[in-house]
Structures are given as structure tokens and as C-alpha cells.
């Protein structure tokens, strides 16, 4: 495989992260996004690993990019920043709303900023940039 | 080195998320360098993607925090990430690659600490990140 092989994948389970469409723009989106007690990806106890949430705001920008600018081909090149308040874990039985802003887009490149918000609290955010070839 | 069995001692993951086979070489406070065997069998790869299996990103920033982990000696604690910087993915990691992981200290203060962490695949380098952790009382992560 070389370097420049381009997915034209979606996610399935059990990666697809539960994320529904509620505003979009072109710069900037709004969704839902809820956690099941059952979703596989709970550990013993119904601990959810960070990862899962880093997961879930990068296929939430991918959302955003396909609802914005249609249907395209697209890699993750880079988390330039994730951070996760573990305050969280207290609310997962809660839905939170997932805003994405688009920073910029150079070349094939979508650079955008994603969080996790529940009542105007961020338990979750990060920087991340897209590949759409 | 460590091998599966002493891990599983260490470490509280289990399937589906042990993402550690073997702990290569380990220098507490320092270094450490562990291997992750991807096969076609991981549960992830039958979603990502259905038809093209690709490890996904988060699942290597994982393999990394684990690997990371056994570098800190706290007892009674159990370890957090909670920020992930400067994350690249430069390769696809596919079903058939081992993952060897080297992690090093860049801070450690307390019950924080920085680490780095690379990636690579027959010697390439596929994805490079800096993470954060929180060690917390084993109590109080179960409560």
C-alpha cells in the first residue's frame, strides 16, 4: 500500500460513533451526540476510554465536512490538540451537542475545531486536520 | 522484557481494548519500547473500513498510552489520558503490521505527566503524538 491510498470508507460498527445532524453551515455545525450503557466500547464498570471520544470528534468533523461540502474521500492527517475534562463521567447518561468550526481549509486540507458541550460547559475538544482528496 | 501474562498483571485493559502484546524493553522514568501485532481479526477492523481494514488513529493513540503507561511507577493509582498534542498519522497501519511503540518521559510531576510517543511500522515511521496523563486513586477511578 503507498502513501496516498484515499478511502472512499464510511464507518460501521463497531466504529460508528452515535452522532445526529442538527445545524450546519458552511463554517460551522451543531449535532447531538448520546452514549448507550450497551455500546460495545464500554469497558467492565461502563468505563468509556478517552479514545472513544477522541473518536467521536473526529467523525463528527468528517460529518461536517461531507454535510458541507458534500460527499468526499477523507483521511485523518493530524490531531493538533484533544483534551478531555474527566468531569464527563459523570454525565454520560445526558445528550451533549458536538459544534464543529471550520478554521480554515488550505489545498486538499480541512483544519477544523471540534468540542463536546453540555450545558455550555466543554468536556471535550480538539483540533483537528482532514484530508479530502 | 515483559510478555503477555506479565502484562496482564499490569495492566487492568482486557479484550477488546488490551492493545499491548509485548513490552520489548522497559527503563522506568525513561523509555520504553512495546509491540502491538495487528491481525485482521480485531474487532474495530470489521467497521473501519467494512470492505478496506485500517487501524484506526485513535486505536494507535491507544496502543501508545498503554505502552506509555508501564513507564510510571504508581502504585495505587490508576492513569488517564487527558490530552493528546502534536498527533500526525503519516501511514496506514493495515492488518499484517506489528506496531512497534517507543515512549519517553518528557515530564513527570506529581500525578501529572508528558510523554512522547512514536510509531512505527518496518522501521517507518506511521504516526507520532504527545500525551498527557492524570493518575488518579484506583477508588476513586472506580467510583
Not at chain 2, 27 to 35: I, Y
Not at chain 2, 69 to 96: E, H, Q, T
Request: hydrophobic share 40%; net charge negative.
Amino acid at each position: 500500500m503507498n502513501d496516498t491510498t484515499i478511502l472512499n470508507q464510511t464507518q460501521s460498527y463497531p466504529m460508528k460513533m452515535s452522532v445526529s445532524d442538527v445545524d450546519a453551515d458552511a463554517t460551522k455545525g451543531e449535532f447531538t451526540a448520546n452514549f448507550s450503557a450497551d455500546d460495545y466500547y464500554r469497558e467492565e464498570g461502563g468505563f468509556i476510554p478517552p479514545l472513544v471520544f477522541m473518536e467521536l470528534l473526529g467523525q463528527t468533523a468528517e460529518k461536517f465536512y461531507i454535510t458541507s461540502d458534500g460527499e468526499c474521500k477523507r483521511y485523518l492527517a493530524s490531531i493538533e490538540d484533544f483534551s478531555l475534562n474527566e468531569d464527563i463521567y459523570d454525565n454520560l447518561d445526558r445528550d451533549f451537542s458536538v459544534k464543529v468550526n471550520l478554521i480554515e481549509k488550505f489545498g486538499k486540507l480541512y483544519r477544523g475545531h471540534v468540542s463536546l458541550v453540555l450545558d455550555n460547559t466543554v468536556y471535550c475538544e480538539g483540533t483537528y486536520v482532514h484530508c479530502n482528496a | 522484557m515483559l510478555k503477555i501474562r506479565d502484562i496482564y498483571g499490569i495492566l487492568p485493559h482486557r479484550f477488546p481494548f488490551l492493545m499491548v502484546d509485548r513490552i520489548v524493553s522497559l527503563e522506568k522514568e525513561n523509555k520504553v519500547v512495546g509491540l502491538k501485532n495487528v491481525t485482521v481479526n480485531e474487532p474495530y477492523f470489521q467497521g473501519h473500513f467494512p470492505d478496506e481494514p485500517v487501524m484506526p488513529a485513535v486505536m494507535i493513540i491507544e496502543t501508545m498510552a498503554q505502552i506509555g503507561g508501564f513507564l510510571f511507577d504508581m502504585p495505587g493509582k490508576r492513569g488517564f489520558v487527558i490530552s493528546v498534542n502534536k498527533a500526525k498519522f503519516k501511514r496506514m497501519v493495515i492488518p499484517g503490521d506489528q506496531l512497534i511503540i517507543e515512549c519517553s518521559v518528557v515530564v513527570h510531576l506529581g500525578n501529572k505527566a508528558t510523554i512522547n510517543a512514536v510509531a512505527k511500522v518496518d522501521d517507518k515511521v506511521v504516526a507520532s503524538a504527545e500525551l498527557a496523563y492524570n493518575f488518579v486513586d484506583v477508588n476513586e477511578s472506580d467510583e
